[in-house]
């Protein structure tokens, strides 16, 4: 069965530093990936997703994501964090099916 | 373009009620689908559907009901609201290949049931 897991339920980084929030998945085929993100109180925004092709994908405000087969790894980062990108932040996967597996979510702190 | 529009954004129920979430979209979007949204478990697939008048069971659909009659609307029943029900709920839309191009979401409804 496909499953999505999310380590890390919160991490803190300061202004400037830079972020990697991981991800694993379990899925039989090549996988569609995505990470969205989830600012308080809103809807989940898409923030870059990968299904074929190059594996470092860019995604939307800044954040990149690589898709590392060996590893069953999509893990998201980003350079230089600034304290808008406080949120949550989910991955998951998608099937051939249309369906969709959610990680547990990554709770972010961004300290001045 | 509204996207997804989900109504009443809030709502406080007592056990027993009943009500009905609703959930349109403007983007001629085939797929539909409800999730819920709690503490530390990630968003869960309550049904989903494929199409006008097409619905499904997803992960976790005891106590809710669906139906589509039309492609822009998608509304989620509670039949006899439990404590167990309280959650946000975000409906999601896609075109005929959602899980390759992914959701839109709708901004969510926080329901309490007391």
């Known amino acids: 069965a496909q499953s999505v897991t999310q380590p890390d339920i919160h991490i803190t980084v300061s202004e400037g530093a830079s972020l990697e929030l991981r991800c694993n998945y379990s899925y039989g085929a090549t996988p569609y990936l995505f990470w969205y993100v989830q600012s308080p109180g809103q809807g989940l925004q898409l923030l870059l997703k990968y299904f074929s092709g190059d594996t470092l994908v860019q995604g939307i405000k800044g954040f990149e994501a690589e898709f590392k087969r060996s590893q069953s790894s999509f893990n998201l980062r980003k350079p230089s964090v600034h304290w808008s990108d406080a949120a949550e932040y989910f991955c998951?996967?998608?099937?051939?099916?249309?369906?969709?597996?959610f990680g547990t979510g990554t709770s972010l702190t961004v300290i001045p | 373009n509204a996207g997804v529009t989900q109504t009443p954004k809030f709502q406080v129920l007592k056990t027993g009620q009943s009500m009905t979430l609703q959930c349109a979209q403007d983007m001629n979007h085939e797929y539909m689908s409800w999730y819920r949204q709690d503490p530390g478990m990630g968003l869960r697939l309550i049904h989903y559907s494929v199409g006008a008048g097409i619905t499904d069971q997803g992960e976790v659909p005891n106590g809710y009901n669906v139906s589509r009659s039309t492609t822009e609307d998608f509304p989620l029943r509670l039949l006899s609201a439990a404590p167990s029900q309280t959650s946000v709920y975000f409906c999601?839309?896609?075109?005929?290949?959602?899980?390759?191009?992914?959701?839109?979401f709708g901004s969510g409804t926080r329901l309490t049931v007391v």
């Open positions: 999601a839309s896609s075109t005929g290949q959602g899980a390759y191009y992914g959701y839109t």
């Open positions: 998951a996967v998608g099937d051939t099916g249309n369906q969709f597996y």
